[in-house]
């Protein structure tokens, strides 16, 4: 009987029907086939650059085995692709979102009835600053510049951004113009759809400053195609060293970009963990420090319970900032 016993067990570890015991640990998570990373922008701006950099290096350091593509669903500042990721794509595992304080203020502004607690924020990858670039043969030559024709007239000078009225390029626009003592509202801000499309309207000539983020502007910078009257911040780009900060110029407002992800709604805990650990070790890694760096990206990163509380709080605020400008009743 032992012997036979012995066969019939043998039997079953050979042909894979025998499971694990009670208790023992399950094979962990892991994803299946292509991954998508949705990019709520046309090619060239900064949720475009997020989900290429980040595609590029998990593809690059085997993080994640399969191919990634990136489809662009630019519409409302964000509002067409959370819409889309809430109504079509719920609990796909394999689905990543690029995101930034763009979104939170198409929430902000409730250009969509969604909100960052209809979808899964998963991690900040990366964060930047914002700035003024203009055509290299621009006639404002410095910040004052410009600060000496808006004050003297504030039509006369022409913002391009990437985001929709009162959406983050917007608010650059706005809390600058705050901060030198002109009405927000007067000063003229020309959407579109992505930073990529503002960015081309100024080397056309036909807008005079891009109120973009440092990534956007990187390539035409490094160029010599545009520059920079300053970037929007207390301190000066890790990258970018020799543009001054507005502080420097006598103007104290900032203002940071976040840049990260969130997943569709319905994602299983598991692959949520998998995305969250692999976007961890992904910023830890050579491979991302130098796309990081070549982007002008400073290296702050939020997971987890920390960025969901963190982007959930950043709503509450920016609603507020948007009713003391006027953007919001």
Known sequence: MKRNGFIFIALLVVTGIVTAAPGSPAAAWEPKGQGECIAPANPGGGWD?????ASA?????????????????????????????????????????SASNALTFTVAMGRTPHTYKDVIPLAQVGAEIGGFFVKADSKHKTLADMITALKANPKSVTFAGGSAPGGQDHMKVALFAKAIGVEPTKVVYVPFQGG?????????GHTEVGALDISEASGQLEAGKIRCLGILSETRSTKFKDIPTTYEQGV????IVWRGFYMAPGTPPDAVKWWSDA??????????????????????????????????????????????LGFLK
């Open 49 to 53: 650059i997020t989900c290429r950099a």
């Open 57 to 97: 290096v998990l593809q690059k350091t085997g993080i994640f085995k399969e191919s990634i593509y990136v489809t662009n669903m630019p519409g409302g500042s964000g509002a067409v692709a959370i819409a889309n990721v809430i109504a079509k794509r719920k609990a796909d595992t394999n689905l990543i979102v």
């Open 196 to 204: 990529g499309e503002a960015l081309t309207s100024v080397l056309g």
């Open 252 to 255: 104290k407002v900032s203002y």
């Open 279 to 324: 976007l961890k070790k992904m910023v830890t890694t050579p491979e991302w420090n130098a796309e990081r760096e070549k982007l002008g990206w400073e290296p702050i990163f939020r997971f987890g319970e920390e960025f969901t509380k963190f982007v959930n709080e950043e709503h509450v605020q920016f609603q507020a900032l948007l009713k003391e």
